[in-house]
Antibody
Framework: EVQLVESGGALVQPGGSLRLSCAAS????????MSWVRQAPGKGLEWVAN????????YYVDSVKGRFTISRDNAKSSLFLQMNSLRAEDTAVYYC???????????WGQGTLVTVSS | DIQMTQSPSSLSASVGDRVTITCRAS??????LNWYQQKPGKAPKLLIY???SLQSGVPSRFGGSGSETDFTLTISSLQAEDFATYYC?????????FGQGTKLEIK
């Protein structure tokens, strides 16, 4: 059974940093693109970033470029999102999802809440 | 970036109704169009991929069609468990933009 379990969400002050993790199981992790998708409270879905299977290509939505870094550890079947210089508008539930560019998101984690507030 | 526009934004319907939701892309995306269902407090669930392919385990009352810029999601006979928010998403190019969502409510 495919499982994606996010962790690391927290309350953080504007300008602060946070690292999200996603533990994957039930599939061959290094065979898939992986992505982060977020959803602000009461709003729609927004794709944030994705990373190619071997981890050599990364893509970001413009609003997080230069602040967020996606990475993966294929040996540990884990996906990460390092978030720096956080802003109030980054407040959202962050979902880890299997899939990326040119593919669909067929499995999602349960999400982890990031709140940026003073 | 490719913009995705869904209509309507909200919809009231009854159990047993046939419902159609549309999604329009700002430029051609071939058949790189996916549909998701999301219930309150839950992660999205993939329903349809590549415009018309039904994801494994999804009931056959869900159907998708379209290509290039215009797409539809059809629910042939609404069931109680179908009341949720539906999103389209293009996977033709990065960023993989989503539509704004269509909230399907009970009439």
């Amino acid at each position: 059974e495919v499982q994606l379990v996010e962790s690391g969400g927290a309350l953080v002050q504007p300008g602060g940093s946070l690292r999200l993790s996603c533990a994957a199981s039930g599939f061959i992790f290094d065979s898939y693109w992986m992505s982060w998708v977020r959803q602000a409270p009461g709003k729609g879905l927004e794709w944030v970033a994705n990373i190619r299977r071997p981890g050599s290509e990364e893509y970001y939505v413009d609003s997080v470029k230069g602040r967020f870094t996606i990475s993966r550890d294929n040996a540990k079947s884990s996906l990460f999102l390092q978030m720096n210089s956080l802003r109030a508008e980054d407040t959202a539930v962050y979902y880890c999802a299997r899939g990326g560019t040119v593919t669909y998101f067929d499995y999602w984690g349960q999400g982890t809440l990031v709140t940026v507030s003073s | 970036d490719i913009q995705m526009t869904q209509s309507p934004s909200s919809l009231s319907a009854s159990v047993g109704d046939r419902v159609t939701i549309t999604c329009r892309a700002s430029r051609s995306i071939s058949s790189y169009l996916n549909w998701y269902q999301q219930k309150p407090g839950k992660a999205p669930k993939l329903l349809i991929y590549a415009a018309s392919s039904l994801q494994s385990g999804v009931p056959s009352r869900f159907g998708g069609s379209g290509s290039e810029t215009d797409f539809t999601l059809t629910i042939s006979s609404l069931q109680a468990e179908d009341f949720a928010t539906y999103y389209c998403q293009q996977s033709h190019s990065t960023p993989g933009t989503f539509g704004q969502g269509t909230k399907l409510e009970i009439k």
